[in-house]
DNA sequence: GCAAAAGTGTTTCAGGTACACCCATGA
DNA sequence: TCATGGGTGTACCTGAAACACTTTTGC
């Protein structure tokens, strides 16, 4: 389709990057890849790739982080826009980073065989290319700010999870320690977690309770004008 | 420059649409333009211009703030891109939205005649073309938000602004009333603000003293880890 | 029986919220 | 002198933070 509107101005490619996260062994995890391509073939960078004329931008990133990760109807929000001139060392891209909350036991395993992709710890994070650090930084202050007041971080957990993995979640994300009890007291006040009758004892002899979240019952405080908060 | 990289990639128009915000008269006013092209030539519109090649997105955004109000050096941040396929009539335009804040007393209003610019209040806002509601309303969300935690609303004033003054800028930004001696009480234990000895006399005879914002105590508290909240 | 993680209440303190009257001045 | 907006202090209450011991169970 060519516009008969707006004449002689300059096109871009543009780029979606998608910061992948998910939470395992008590450690945010993000998901990298070798780069399959020049420039920087084999530089360590975030999942990407190029948005095409007939999709959106959120489509462009949906269908990115569908193919690698084989999980369908995923968390996914933009972080920004990033438009440096030189940002990229192929040529002019315009790139729209986003970030995802995905459940790890959803993950299929063989697809990092495909794409050349790894799971590695936040803490550890290596050097990517071009302005992608830049990226994964901006996003975990997003997370942390909007994890504090909206119920997000579920994303990361199954369907049911215990109180110990939850709190540990939360001292991931804000990278700080968080007193057991009040943490608890906190969320079951809330009264949005539901309390199952099977136990996790993968990491204790006790076995700690699974619980679940209540999206209806967390629907209903916020109608009520009360909020989460943590 | 053409590029051996990336190829038989799609490329796009890459719009700024900016959110220039200033107050006066008690209120949040934001400028706006009658669109001077087609499609849609002569509805109300956010001020854009399209991205050149030369420049990054952040410049482009500087540009067209520049233009139009003629001020330097004013307190811009990205919102977000808009990317939907369909969002621009005259043909697809991935569209970055920035929000500005400005004094208003420096900008110079014969420059609204020329681009055929008019402030409105926020709370009488027109339906504007394509997605730019939209637009407004995320940059609303996102100064709600971030002039709670960071002193972003002095932007909106000039060097020196009385206390019932900052007081109804903070009313105009939350849309809620607050209490006089909560909010003199908060700001002034802060420490942030210094007493001057003249006094604006053009809304009361008695008059109210002229504070100013003090950026050097600011940086030191927030060194210390304390913070701004209101 | 012991090691290791799960679970449980109370006190303290700071900060938020509610609230009503006097002051200064120009007209 | 009066109308108008500017300026001030206190009491209460809620929510955050600090803090230590008991319970369960597999080995």
Redesign the interface.
């Known amino acids: 389709?060519t516009?008969t509107?707006?004449q002689n101005?300059?096109?871009?490619?543009?780029a979606v990057d998608c910061i992948i996260m998910g939470f395992r062994e008590n450690e945010l995890q993000i998901l990298i890849a070798r780069r399959p391509?020049?420039?920087l073939k084999g530089s360590w960078s975030l999942m990407g790739g190029?948005?095409?004329?007939?999709?959106?931008?959120?489509e462009a990133a949906e269908r990115v982080v569908g193919e690698l990760t084989g999980i369908d109807n995923i968390f996914l929000e933009?972080v920004?826009?990033y438009?440096?001139?030189n940002r990229d060392l192929?040529?002019?891209?315009?790139s729209?980073a986003y970030y995802a909350l995905i459940d790890m036991d959803l993950f299929n395993p063989s697809l990092t065989v495909k794409n050349d992709t790894h799971w590695v710890r936040l803490t550890q994070l290596p050097k990517l290319i071009f302005d992608h650090n830049k990226m994964v930084k901006d996003t975990i202050n997003i997370l942390q700010?909007k994890a504090a007041v909206k119920p997000i971080g579920f994303n990361l957990l199954g369907e049911q999870f215990t109180l110990p993995t939850l709190q540990s979640l939360y001292e991931s994300i804000y990278q700080e320690t968080i007193d057991k009890r009040n943490f608890r007291k906190k969320l079951l006040t809330m009264d949005i977690l539901e309390k199952l009758d099977e136990k996790d004892k993968s990491s204790s002899k006790r076995g700690a309770f699974y619980y679940q979240f209540n999206k209806n019952k967390y629907d209903q405080l916020i109608e009520q004008g009360l909020h989460f908060s943590l």
């Open positions: 389709m516009s509107f707006y101005k300059d096109s871009f490619l543009i391509f020049e420039p190029f948005v095409n004329a007939t999709e959106s931008i959120d933009q920004r826009a438009g440096e001139l192929g040529e002019r891209v315009v729209i700010r």
